[in-house]
């Protein structure tokens, strides 16, 4: 069988690798895009990873697009990550919400915090979009790239990659191999990583409150767990951590008993919970590949850190790693050579390991029932609410991230 050479192979056509390609358009570099879900040339909205035969599309854009994934997760999207998908024509096919204000407490204590848009002059400190949307508009833009949906990356030796397809086995030869494949065979390239579970599941749904939402967000930190709702369309989308058992049994619920539950949980300030839609979980782990160069590779998005949702940073922290990524890549000749791998590895450092730590700094801070720490995130959001420079802080960082954009 013959090895085809390609610049850069991307496994994983998820919406960090999707950007990615796209980012990379004029690069001057020969780009692969490798994904494990099917190709939808029909237009349904019904998953087809099982029938999907591999497609080849190369510069026909929007010819053939990935198949939705079915996916019900809400993705909050930074301002800063809105302009990067406006970069690459992938704005405007998303149906978002604008985030106009944050309302931050916490039950049973004191202390709470508004956010709004206005204080930093910008229309929105966020979007609200959903996670099929993002997907499927990023890979409905114009893109060059060889893209092979039906393509599964089943072995990398730091030299060659193997795919799966239906047509039988290919392999590549790529100078560079980014994995985008959200740390499903992250191990493939021998990088060591860290993980810690959390023990937590996320549970998502679409929820409806007898009052409008007028574009605000609200972020309610529980003995159990943060429970954020997002404005969404003319409903809110709740992201409501909890324990791994809690999750099952709010899942199992009839819709009238899941609200009152949620009802207990977030309290009257919204009024009723009048309807909810159908509940789906996800298992929460810290999963982060350490800061090692490996030859010929790196990872971008979930493969590079997988981050718990109670801080919306983990797609928006991607976005930013392929930018940087794709941004770089035009000035070198040799995108898999040790000192441009390095080199990326040092421009991503400190906005990754901020993210991490601001992740999971507020999990461990408010997942805690101590009555001192809740005493002190009491008189923490006070002092975020009374002190200008401490919000500004804080909202720089869901706009932008640890850094901004170049
Ligand atoms: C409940 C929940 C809420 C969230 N909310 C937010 C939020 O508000 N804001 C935010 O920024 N982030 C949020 N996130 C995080 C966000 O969803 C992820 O960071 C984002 O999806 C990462 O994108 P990705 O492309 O790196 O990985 P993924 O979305 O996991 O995509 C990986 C892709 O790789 C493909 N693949 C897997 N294995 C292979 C293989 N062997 N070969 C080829 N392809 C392969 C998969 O089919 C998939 O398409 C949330 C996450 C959860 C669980």
Redesign the pocket.
Known sequence: MDTEAVDILI???????TALALALEGSGHSVVL????GADTSGSRSDDTGGARSADTGGAAGAVRNAPTGDA?????SHASRLILERLNAWSGIAATPIESIHISQQAGFGRTLISAAEFGLPALGYVAN?DDLQQSLSAAPCSATRLYG???TGFDGSKATMQTREGERTFAPGLTVF???A??ADASGASSYSKDYHQT?L?AWVKTAQAHRGRAWERFTPGGPLALLPHGAAYAL?WTTGLDRGAQLCALDTPAFLAELQASFGDRLGAFVDAGARST?PLALRYRREETQPHSLA????AQTLH?VA?????L?LRDAWELARLARDTREPGSDSFIDGYRRARALDRRAGIQFTDGLVSLFSNSDPLLKFGRGAGLLALDLLPFARRFVARRMIYGARALP
């Open positions: 496994a994983g056509g998820g919406p960090v690798g490798a994904e494990a879900r997760r809400a993705i909050a999207l996670y393509a599964k990356l985008a494949d959200g499903r065979v996320a998502v992201v996800f971008v998005g979930n493969a949702p919306g940073q983990g797609f928006n991607g």
